[in-house]
């Protein structure tokens, strides 16, 4: 349930998505995604503001499709 949390918040988000999109373009998948948890851990984000946890495999499934 968190990863599907995640993926609506990075997919609504357009401060998030740009992000995500920017990563996949770059970079494969499983980096894309832990490239991106690390930028939000250092901006102090570690939670979608309903309480769902980023993690790499919640980033990497809202980065399917990109």
Do not use: Q, S
Request: net charge positive.
């Amino acid at each position: 349930m968190a990863n599907r949390n995640v993926t609506l918040w990075i997919l609504n988000d357009e401060g998030l998505y740009r992000t995500a999109l920017a990563f996949t373009r770059r970079y494969r998948r499983p980096l894309a995604a832990r490239l991106m948890l690390d930028v939000l851990v250092e901006a102090g984000i570690t939670h979608t503001p309903d309480g769902a946890k980023y993690t790499v495999t919640a980033i990497r499934a809202a980065m399917v499709g990109l």
